[in-house]
């Protein structure tokens, strides 16, 4: 009788009649009143959601105490009611760190030879028989060091609930659950990430067939390498991905489609990560034929912040509004709702709204990362500093192992002009970010792409803007090189850094290599004639702020015109110096052009500097092409009327105003009245003024001042060759300091 009832109530929990399975199951118990029983129908009660009748189930005949597997059931049942303390009252504070096992000593012992040559083999079958009996109870040991980690991350004591899932990955290193709360809340950062996966007993993984055991270990610990950071060893990563994908036939798996999207987001390959993320929600498992928006339901969790973040990046507005709407009718007690509601309103700038929903994600899912992101951006994004670092704070307590708050800290103490606090916070992003020690300034490779380690490249390029506001030029010029080769050795998309190489520019420009500044200015525009001037992304992982100083619009990044204008101002700049006037006067004319039809913003204010550096090189221009014109027929005039005194004079004089400084209205038209007799009739001509107004002395002036003018002139039409470096500028010196301090401050990273 009991089999037959063993038999009937395992069908009914096979067909999902849980009611049929708990009411067999009980008959089951009163016939054998045997802790397997009780065991197993506390599990159905478990699994229909009466945690209540489980724990009295389980607390009679003190099941509890006696067995491992009774004290992990009732340590669940008071989580899912959230009665943490019961929960750890039930399941110890320590961790049986005993049972941990290296990854070399079954190897070892599996090698152990004897004396006389002969092999263990007996001693290796008692082992194996062993741990076979008590793999069941080390399982749940190790389980119960997982749900130690659920209560400590509860009570936000994120240190001990790290080590309660390491000690149980440790201990059974298929306890998937410890170890996808390790890598989903970022408790660990890239380097010790992969130190932690090189370190577990990949050999303890136990397979029917003992044929196939190692090949399953090499399995297993290729699906825990698709899990960690992208942001570390790339190519292990693609490594482990590529071999699944096709020796293993998982290229179309969710988990693998997944972890490819996430390295190709790092890469700001957006477009191709979105294609990937959208293959993931087209399943047709979960497609409904009639209702297509209904495809976007029914998938793991983990595939909507990344969707969400790749529509925002690609401008997507229409698709995010729809995906929205469908997952508020259909799952509107799920966190990525909310969150998908919020990054629709970040989208379309109503920041308000977007931190409404953000709070409400971060509060279904205290663990949420991009919630907790996306609300500090709303911050950022108003110019609330301070609130924004206290957001940031708060993530960077909850994902101790990810680089992306201390990133985002330093941004904002950088735009608070705190440069030293904004290097600290950078340093330790960098450092994070490719394993260098905690707590110490990291030391950059003069080749990133040689070193094999991973890396953000925008936390170089936000150093090197540190190091460019307080005048360490070299340094920002190496910084943002390290950054433009850390960005090609990922293989990152080209025009995501254009602002990277806009800010080498104006590094370059800066310290005198006007030819190399030009250069970057110039591949900067070819890269972004395509519209690729899309910025590193401000949600999940990236921030919309303008590094380089180029005009920026709404929260989304940079804006193309603005981006395109201010390149085309910094080029004119360049050429300016440079002598080319007439090139940077087309460089400047196309500036105005593309910053005035931006429609406002900032980019139309940067209208204003283009638009004042065009006039002065108008200026410039007409000035050279004067004096071009002009030096021929003065030479000619000179020796003609030599022996004129008064046409002598006047000359003498016109040049000598020149000398000082004045332009050529002002020295036909004005005359210091200091030298000008006051007798004479009111109508006399000017220059019967001048006559009168020279002593004896003006021939031995006159030759003097001609001297030096013939000196300067010459030494003016050398200076405006097409291939001078560098330019003064005509006009009076403190106008010229003043304009060039304004440029520069404008563009400025």
Same mark, same amino acid.
């Given at each position: 009788?009991?089999?037959?009832?063993?038999?009937?109530?395992?069908?009914?929990?096979?067909?999902g009649?849980?009611d049929?399975?708990?009411?067999?199951?009980?008959?089951?118990?009163?016939?054998?009143?045997?802790?397997?029983?009780?065991?197993?129908?506390?599990?159905?009660?478990?699994?229909?959601?009466?945690?209540?009748r489980a724990?009295?189930?389980?607390?009679?005949?003190?099941?509890?105490?006696?067995?491992?597997?009774?004290?992990?059931?009732?340590?669940?049942c008071?989580?899912k009611?959230?009665?943490?303390?019961?929960?750890?009252?039930?399941?110890?504070?320590?961790?049986?760190?005993?049972?941990i096992?290296?990854?070399?000593?079954?190897?070892?012992?599996?090698?152990?030879?004897?004396?006389?040559?002969?092999?263990?083999?007996?001693?290796?079958?008692?082992?194996?028989?062993r741990?076979?009996?008590?793999?069941?109870?080390?399982?749940?040991?190790?389980?119960?060091?997982?749900?130690?980690?659920?209560?400590?991350?509860?009570?936000?004591?994120?240190?001990?609930?790290?080590?309660?899932?390491?000690?149980?990955?440790?201990?059974?290193?298929q306890?998937?659950?410890?170890?996808?709360?390790?890598?989903?809340?970022?408790l660990?950062?890239?380097?010790?990430?992969?130190?932690?996966?090189?370190?577990?007993?990949?050999?303890?993984v136990?397979?029917?067939?003992?044929?196939?055991?190692?090949?399953?270990?090499?399995?297993?610990?290729?699906?825990?390498?698709?899990?960690?950071?992208?942001?570390?060893?790339?190519?292990?990563?693609?490594?482990?991905?590529?071999?699944l994908?096709t020796h293993?036939?998982?290229?179309?798996?969710?988990?693998?489609?997944?972890?490819?999207?996430?390295?190709?987001?790092?890469?700001?390959?957006f477009?191709?990560?979105?294609?990937?993320?959208?293959?993931?929600?087209?399943?047709?498992?979960?497609?409904?034929?009639?209702?297509?928006?209904?495809?976007?339901?029914g998938?793991?969790?983990?595939?909507y912040?990344?969707?969400l973040?790749?529509?925002?990046?690609t401008?997507?507005?229409?698709a995010?509004?729809?995906?929205?709407?469908?997952l508020?009718?259909?799952a509107?007690?799920?966190?990525y709702?909310?969150?998908?509601?919020?990054?629709?309103?970040?989208?379309v700038?109503?920041?308000?709204?977007?931190?409404?929903?953000?709070?409400?994600a971060?509060?279904?899912?205290?663990?949420?990362?991009?919630?907790?992101?996306?609300?500090?951006?709303t911050?950022?994004?108003?110019?609330e500093?301070?609130?924004?670092?206290?957001?940031y704070?708060?993530a960077?307590?909850?994902?101790?192992?990810?680089?992306?708050p201390?990133l985002?800290?330093?941004?904002?103490?950088?735009?608070?002009?705190?440069?030293?606090?904004a290097?600290?916070?950078?340093?330790?992003?960098?450092?994070?970010?490719?394993?260098?020690?905690?707590?110490?300034v990291?030391?950059?490779?003069?080749?990133?792409?040689?070193?094999?380690?991973?890396?953000?490249?925008?936390?170089?390029?936000?150093?090197?803007?540190?190091?460019?506001?307080?005048?360490?030029?070299?340094?920002?010029?190496?910084l943002?090189?390290?950054?433009?080769?850390?960005?090609?050795?990922?293989?990152c998309?080209?025009?995501?850094?254009?602002?990277?190489?806009?800010?080498?520019?104006?590094?370059?420009?800066?310290?005198?290599?006007?030819?190399?500044?030009?250069?970057?200015?110039d591949?900067?525009?070819r890269?972004?004639?395509?519209?690729?001037?899309?910025?590193?992304?401000?949600?999940l992982?990236?921030?919309?702020?303008?590094?380089?100083?180029?005009?920026?619009?709404?929260?989304?990044?940079?804006?193309? =015109?603005?981006?395109?204008?201010?390149?085309?101002?910094? %080029? &004119?700049?360049?050429? $300016?110096? @440079?002598?080319?006037?007439? !090139? /940077?006067?087309?460089?400047?004319?196309?500036?105005?052009?593309?910053?005035?039809?931006?429609?406002?913003?900032?980019?139309?204010?940067?209208?204003?500097?283009?638009?004042?550096?065009?006039?002065?090189?108008?200026?410039?221009?007409?000035?050279?092409?004067h004096?071009?014109?002009?030096?021929?027929?003065?030479?000619l005039?000179?020796?003609?009327?030599s022996?004129?005194s008064?046409?002598?004079r006047?000359?003498?004089k016109?040049?000598?105003l020149?000398?000082?400084?004045?332009?050529?209205?002002?020295?036909?038209?004005?005359?210091?009245?200091?030298?000008?007799?006051?007798?004479?009739p009111?109508?006399?001509?000017l220059?019967?003024?001048?006559?009168?107004?020279?002593?004896?002395?003006?021939?031995g002036?006159? =030759?003097?001042?001609?001297?030096?003018v013939?000196?300067? %002139? &010459?030494r003016?039409? $050398?200076? @405006?060759?097409?291939?001078? !470096? /560098?330019?003064?500028?005509?006009?009076p010196?403190?106008?010229?300091?003043?304009?060039?301090?304004?440029v520069?401050?404008?563009?400025?990273?």
């Open positions: 009788m009991e089999k037959f009832l063993r038999s009937w109530r395992q069908d009914a929990l096979n067909r009649q849980h049929a399975a708990i009411y067999i199951g009980d008959k089951v118990l009163a016939l054998t009143n045997s802790d397997s029983d009780a065991f197993w129908l506390a599990q159905v009660h478990f699994s229909n959601n009466n945690y209540t724990l009295a189930l389980l607390s009679r005949k003190d099941l509890i105490s006696r067995s491992t597997a009774c004290r992990y059931l009732a340590g669940h008071y989580i009611q959230n009665q943490f303390e019961q929960a750890l009252s039930v399941l110890g504070d320590h961790n049986p760190t005993h049972l096992r290296s990854s070399n000593s079954r190897r070892k012992l599996q090698h152990l030879t004897l004396r006389n040559g002969k092999t263990t083999a007996s001693r290796i079958d008692r082992n194996e028989e741990e076979r009996e008590d793999a069941n109870n080390i399982r749940f040991e190790a389980a119960m060091c997982y749900l130690r980690g659920l209560c400590f991350a509860k009570q936000n004591a994120f240190d001990r609930a790290r080590d309660c899932y390491k000690d149980a990955v440790r201990i059974d290193v306890c998937f659950e410890a170890f996808d709360q390790l890598m989903k809340n970022s660990m950062s890239p380097a010790e990430e992969l130190e932690f996966l090189e370190s577990l007993d990949f050999d303890s136990s397979s029917p067939d003992p044929s196939v055991a190692q090949e399953a270990a090499h399995f297993t610990k290729m699906l825990y390498t698709t899990r960690l950071s992208k942001y570390s060893s790339p190519a292990t990563l693609s490594d482990a991905t590529e071999t994908s293993y036939n998982l290229a179309e798996n969710p988990d693998i489609l997944l972890s490819r999207a996430e390295a190709l987001y790092t890469q700001c390959r477009a191709e990560a979105l294609a990937l993320t959208s293959s993931i929600l087209a399943t047709e498992a979960t497609a409904t034929p009639n209702v297509p928006a209904l495809s976007h339901l998938h793991p969790p983990a595939v912040p990344l969707h973040a790749c529509l925002y990046e401008g997507a507005t229409n995010l509004f729809l995906l929205a709407h469908t508020a009718d259909h509107p007690e799920e966190s709702t909310y969150l998908a509601i919020g990054v629709y309103y970040l989208s700038s109503k920041i308000a709204e977007a931190r409404r929903f953000f709070s409400k971060s509060l279904l899912d205290p663990h949420s990362a991009p919630a907790w992101i996306g609300f500090a951006h911050f950022a994004a108003e110019g500093h301070d609130q924004a670092i206290a957001a704070s708060t960077a307590r909850l994902f101790q192992g990810s680089h992306l201390q985002f800290l330093g941004m904002q103490h950088l735009a608070l002009n705190n440069m030293s606090l290097q600290e916070y950078l340093s330790a992003a960098y450092a994070m970010s490719t394993g260098a020690a905690a707590g110490t990291p030391s950059i490779p003069a080749n990133p792409s040689s070193e094999g380690h991973g890396g953000d490249p925008l936390v170089l390029n936000e150093l090197g803007v540190v190091l460019y506001h307080q005048n360490h030029l070299e340094g920002a010029v190496e943002f090189n390290q950054s433009l080769a850390l960005a090609a050795a990922l293989h998309e080209p025009g995501a850094w254009v602002a990277t190489r806009a800010n080498l520019g104006h590094a370059l420009r800066r310290i005198g290599r006007l030819a190399e500044s030009l250069a970057e200015f591949e900067c525009l890269i972004g004639a395509g519209g690729a001037g899309v910025a590193y992304g401000p949600f992982g990236g921030t919309g702020s303008s590094a380089s100083g180029v005009a920026s619009s709404g929260v989304g990044g940079y804006e193309d =015109r603005g981006l395109i204008g201010s390149l085309h101002t910094s %080029r &004119g700049l360049v050429l $300016l110096e @440079l002598g080319r006037t007439m !090139e /940077a006067v087309t460089a400047l004319h196309e500036a105005v052009r593309v910053l005035g039809a931006s429609g406002g913003g900032d980019a139309a204010a940067g209208a204003g500097i283009a638009g004042t550096l065009l006039s002065r090189a108008l200026e410039i221009w007409a000035l050279e092409g004096e071009r014109e002009s030096a021929p027929s003065e030479d005039d000179r020796a003609a009327t022996r004129s008064t046409r002598s006047d000359k003498g016109g040049r000598a020149r000398r000082r400084g004045m332009t050529e209205e002002e020295w036909t038209d004005e005359v210091p009245q200091a030298d000008i007799p006051t007798t004479g009111a109508t006399e001509t220059e019967q003024k001048v006559e009168m107004g020279l002593d004896d002395e003006a021939d002036l006159l =030759r003097h001042a001609m001297s030096r013939r000196g300067g %002139r &010459g003016r039409r $050398l200076d @405006l060759s097409p291939d001078t !470096e /560098a330019i003064e500028t005509p006009g010196a403190g106008a010229r300091s003043r304009e060039s301090r304004a520069r401050d404008h563009a400025r990273p």
